[in-house]
């Protein structure tokens, strides 16, 4: 079974509304232009139930099947917030607002969510409920764990969730999903140390807070060498550090250090804070001074549950004629939310040479709607067979 007949004749339309979207980029929970289309595309398509304002800039959309005896409902997610880059792809319809562009393809989810939708309330070859979630806020803003912490698991009785995400590197339109933790859990930690400054002839006076500074982010990198088991998955990564003088005869008083934390488990990243901690207050101690640790837990690690991925991937091999095993993802995905309040799996899906998401030269390639939207629709048709 390849993609749907329907998708290729809806891939024009459905390329409009991604081009569309893609010219009119909204950051974090700014989605107002985006959620409000998204909003009328559904009441076009005769969405059972449309609202909006769930997490804040949010919509969710019904779709009822021609029968409901199981009292089945799944959940299918696309995330519409762009980034904060500059756009140089130089198309046509590049990014109309500087400063904001569609570099992670979140226009393309969107596009091919609604494609389904259409489908979806033109058929409705199903037993169950189909529940659109279209959320804000994917990159850096929690906007999935507002829907939720919205009640909207609850709401409207979502049994399982699955979601999507476009890759580069893969082919287009072929598909890549692993069952587990897949997306690490990202955190970040903010340090500041402090010692006593002074002159930089008489260090003898003074408490070195650089030289401490620097002894803590060399035996940070012992978590990952010396702490973590080998066979697990964690990044500490120092990206700023700070002085508070930029004299060349002053030892500064406080030097400020920070980065992030990758981890695949609950328990590596409790490891990774636990030791952070220990290492930053150590080493301060060992000097003379002090730290003060701030650590920040960011999105959750995102897992796949084993039942609902081997679904997905028999799935995606019926729409395309295989499924690859994906690797871990060190990037984090809010999705990680959904998964966490209900069973379900995420999946890529390729989107050929292209640069990688997040660079000013990334686009998504229409060319894997057809592909995209008979994934989200085999999904509900196989899941909730029509009774
Ligand atoms: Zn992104
Ligand atoms: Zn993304």
């Known amino acids: 079974m390849p993609v749907k007949n329907r998708f290729a004749e809806l891939q024009n339309e459905i390329t409009e509304w991604r081009r569309d979207i893609h010219e009119n980029p909204e950051i974090l929970f700014e989605t107002h232009r985006t959620s409000a289309l998204v909003a009328e595309k559904l009441q076009e398509f005769g969405c059972d139930e449309i609202v909006t304002g769930i997490g804040r800039t949010g919509v969710v959309g019904v779709i009822k099947g021609k029968s409901d005896t199981a009292g089945k409902v799944i959940g299918l997610r696309a995330d519409m917030d762009a980034l904060p880059i500059h756009e140089a792809t130089g198309l046509e319809y590049a990014s109309k607002t500087d400063g904001a562009m569609h570099a992670c393809g979140h226009d393309g989810h969107t596009a091919m969510l609604l494609g389904a939708a259409k489908y979806l309330s033109e058929t409705r070859n199903f037993d169950g409920t189909v529940v659109v979630i279209f959320q804000p806020a994917e990159e850096g803003g929690g906007g999935g764990k507002e829907m939720c912490d919205d009640g909207m698991m609850e709401r409207w009785n979502i049994q399982e969730v699955y979601g999507m995400h476009n890759w580069p590197g893969r082919p287009v339109g072929s598909f890549a999903i692993r069952p587990g933790a897949f997306f ?204």
């Open 184 to 387: 690490a859990a990202t955190d970040t930690f903010d340090i500041t140390l402090e010692g006593r400054g002074g002159h930089a002839a008489k260090p003898h006076d003074t408490v070195d807070t650089t030289v401490m500074a620097a002894q803590t982010v060399l035996a940070l990198q012992t978590i990952a060498s010396r702490n973590a088991d080998p066979v697990d998955q964690v990044v500490v990564s120092v990206t700023s550090f700070e002085t508070s003088s930029k004299a060349f005869n002053v030892i500064p008083q406080t030097v400020q250090i920070k980065g992030t934390v990758r981890t695949m488990s609950k328990e590596m990243r409790d490891l990774a804070e636990t030791r952070i901690k220990e290492i930053c207050n150590g080493i301060a101690a060992t000097f003379g001074g002090t730290a003060d640790i701030n650590y920040m837990r960011g999105y959750p690690v995102m897992v796949n549950t084993e039942e609902q991925t081997e679904f997905a991937a028999k799935v995606a091999r019926d729409v395309s004629g295989s499924c690859d095993d994906a690797p871990l993802v060190m990037g984090g995905e809010d999705f990680a939310y959904m998964l966490e309040e209900r069973p379900g799996a995420y999946i890529l899906v390729g989107n050929g040479d292209t640069a990688m998401v997040h660079h000013p030269e990334y686009n998504f390639d229409d060319n894997a709607i057809p592909a995209g939207c008979s994934w989200w629709a085999e999904i509900v048709e196989q899941r909730m067979p029509a009774a």
